[in-house]
Structure formats: structure tokens, C-alpha cells
């Protein structure tokens, strides 16, 4: 074998290996199209603390930590803490956007995302959607859900002309990962905006939205899986009822109880995309 046949070879590995960047590249990837009711939102979101029931003025910076999730989900996350009000932003963004290949840009004024979450439209409330849209690109996660992996950031980028207020925003291709068969769950998006500014109560709309039928489970549990600042189990279980109240007043459950150190809950009969 001459010197010049290992070079050849490599260029003809380094051609074909373009070539499938090329190709991978070229492949449509889209999201699942829910119904315009519904907020698609991948179960590892809405089954650990990524989106904390917190207070903005409460958040922490996370350094690579692992959060709390259920059994079969891994999180780990960098950045600056995530709440509610930043899962309905980014639910948002990804309605927006699932007619789009993923990839690709999608396009939308201030006024009109923050019309979409029923938000006011004044100076401040666009202040705040650019902090979050920045949080959103600047964190970094990684997931695993039921051998499915996905590490990035939860937006890739964005622009905005200041002028027109008009933002550019593009999504990983990697993120349909997180949308495998019954990886995924419709979330009642009316529901969830009239829990708007009750934390607690949108973080548990979400995560027994991702169940049908959902098991007992301890106070112990959900205090985890919602992120609560509260270490003290009394305290917790008081807000916990208050926000079960909500769900009740909401339609969206028919009844719970709270036994001792468990709570059990009733839906109302529906059939959510992606729940167990």
C-alpha cells in the first residue's frame, strides 16, 4: 500500500460522511401538529422540576445539577432557574412554530406572542418576553426519557429588529427527541392560562394532564417534582390544597384527598396525548 492509499481512503470516509451531514440535513423534521386548543409539551417537562412552581424573583442559578423527575427521566440543567411562566413561553414558541420544519426560522411580532399568552402588550411585558426568550438560549439540559436523549439549549437563537419588534426564533432539530409516541402530552391551553400567577396550581395541571389516570403519590413527591421552595411539609400541604382546589374549581379534576402523607386525585374523563 502506497502513501497516497491511506489519504484517499480517509478523503473517501470524510466524503461520505458530508455527504450524510448533507442528507440528515436536508430531512424534514417536524412536530407533531395538536389540535389549536392544546400546548404539546414533552412529559419530561411537565414530570420534574425543569419548570419550578417558584416566583421569578425566586430563581437560583443552577450549576449541572441533576433535578428531581420520575422514574425513567434524567434531567440535568445549567442555567439560571426556570419557572411556569417560562414553560408558557416556550410552549408558546413551539405552537407557534410546529408548522415549521424544525430548523428552520419562524417569525412573529412581540405583540402578537404576548397577545397568544394572554399577557398585556405595554413596555414592561415586552422587557420580561425578552429576558425569557434569553433564558430560554442561554440555559443548557440534558434529558433522557426512556432511552431518548436530548442536549442543548431549549431555544437555539433568535433575532429582533427593534423597530418592527418582529423576532426570528429557530428550535434544534434534536428537540422532536423529546416527542416520541407517548413521550408527549396536549395540554388544556385555556385551563392553563386561567391558572395564570398560580404557580403551584399550573405546575400540577401540567403533570396530571400527563396522566390519565394518575396513581396516588406522596406529598413528599409532588413537593419535588414542582420545584417548592416550602421545606416544611405542613406548609406545602396547605398551598397544595389550595392549588387542588383550583383544579377542582377548574373542572379539571373531579375530587382529591390528601391521606396522611399521600394524595390522590380524580380527573375529569379525558384523554390526554401522551399520558399513562
Partial sequence: MTDAQPQEILASIERM???????????????PLWPEPKRGTPNSFIRSALFSAIQSKDRQFIDGKTLDSQAGITIKYTGQQLNQEDLTLWETLVHLAKGHPLGNVCSFTAH????????????????????????????????????????????????????????????????????????????????????????????????????????????????????????????????????????VKLAFLQSYSIEGDTVAVRRTPALPRGGD
Avoid at 422587557?127 to 436530548?150: F, P, S, W
Fill in 17 to 31: 460522511r458530508e455527504i450524510a451531514r448533507q442528507r440528515e440535513s436536508a430531512e424534514i423534521i417536524q412536530l
Fill in 112 to 247: 402578537g406572542l404576548l397577545k397568544a399568552m394572554g399577557l398585556n402588550t405595554g413596555g414592561d411585558e415586552h422587557a420580561r418576553l425578552h429576558k425569557g426568550i434569553t433564558r430560554l438560549i442561554a440555559c443548557a439540559v440534558e434529558i433522557t426519557h426512556e432511552g431518548r436523549i436530548y442536549t442543548g439549549s431549549l431555544l437555539e437563537g433568535s433575532t429582533k429588529d427593534e423597530i418592527t419588534t418582529r423576532y426570528v426564533v429557530r428550535l434544534h432539530r434534536e428537540l422532536i427527541r423529546l416527542y416520541g409516541e407517548t413521550q408527549w402530552t396536549a395540554i388544556d391551553w385555556q385551563q392553563r392560562l386561567n391558572l395564570r400567577r398560580k404557580p403551584l396550581a399550573q405546575a400540577l395541571h401540567a403533570y396530571y394532564s400527563s396522566h390519565r389516570m394518575p396513581h396516588p403519590v406522596k406529598l413528599s413527591t409532588l413537593q419535588r417534582y414542582t420545584g417548592s421552595r416550602n421545606q416544611q411539609a405542613a406548609g406545602f400541604k396547605v398551598k397544595l390544597r389550595a392549588a387542588l382546589d383550583e383544579l
